[in-house]
């Protein structure tokens, strides 16, 4: 692969993998691709400047007062505008940490506020470090800013421990950087994972002109599906009734019944991550007519009997490291209705709402909601739009997902 005329600045932090980053140099000069390296000043305890500025070429920039220098205060800015592609590797939990907030205390740092490049950062650390929610939540906000993470892998680490947190061979990251600058690149946590969704209300005939529906206008599943196909999953929507337009990259199936929603859910079943925001019909008409009903007695009866649970089927048979997430539409007695649905459809998190609270009525943008995980623990969150909904759900999976990988002691 050519990176023939590619500026590419390299930010190298004090993390153990820092040996890793003279291949790197090696790998993307060879490239064809103009390397200027950064360190943080712990980075030259793991590795010499001397090491970097020989491979690529060009003196390295740590200090944002070099005492040997005068008249560079705009060098950040400057190399902001130079780069087409700004790589931290590796990225530190504590530089990391600083790019979250705005802190801007290095060359690295101060050049990576001022860039206008794309900023691809590559975590490598302890697993604990890794998982801690300090660290997600941090790497969660450079998203927001449209970061681009690297996921560390899974292996050995220099602790002798297994577990997510080591830099990825440098000839992968090359490979991810000219992904980025072709603009190929599906980016995103969720990379090389289906994620199924399923959104709307079903509509249950009564005859051929009637039916039991519900006021569910699909947003919320819809909003869920946007967030799950931009952070780089394959994305499945299985929809009742609606008229919203399908989100960009998503395969859409359409539904009409609690029966037709259970049949298309089923051939997804096997998805990594299972998202069930559809409001199901619990009951549907026993015997529904075959020819519109006549108006004729006072009074008629309609039998109805119990559809399939789809969220209880899938929590079942649950195929293993799959994460299953159900909503709950509760309008009294919503924590203890949630806890119990929880448990008894064996989820890994259930995401509570009422529509009778302010700004989480059906069919309005926002929702307001709270998060109760299988392991008791409960978050409650303000009112936000539904995708922003959208996007903590699929942060927190994330993150259980990670969590789940690790070997148990
Ligand atoms: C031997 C050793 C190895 C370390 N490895 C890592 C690491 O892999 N990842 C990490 O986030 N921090 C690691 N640290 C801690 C960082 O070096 C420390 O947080 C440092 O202040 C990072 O600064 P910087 O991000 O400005 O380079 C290590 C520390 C030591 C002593």
Redesign the pocket.
Known sequence: MSLGGKHIILG???????YKSAELVRLLKKSGAEVQVL?????A??ITPLTLGTLSEREILSEIFPENESGSWTKHVNLGLWADLFVIA???????A?LAHGMSD?M??ATALAARCPLLVC????HD?FIHPATQRNLEILESYGYRIMAPEHGE??SGLIGH?R?PDPASIVSRISRELAGVEKNGPLAGRTVLVTAGPTREPIDPVRFISNHSSGRMGFAVAEVAADRGAKTILVTGPTRLETPKGIERIDVTTAGEMFAAVDQHRNADIVVMTAAVADYTPAEPADHKLKKSEEQVHLRLKRTTDILQELGKSRRSGQVLVGFALETRDGLANARVKLKSKNLDLIVLNNPLDEGAAFGHETNRVTLLYRNGTEEALGKMSKLDVGRVILQRVETMMVAEATPSE
């Open positions: 190298v932090t004090g993390g153990i993998a820092a360190m943080t000043s712990d980075a305890r793991f590796p990225a530190t939990a504590q530089t990391i600083k290095s690295l740092t975590p490598a650390m302890d470090m680490l220099a947190g830099l």
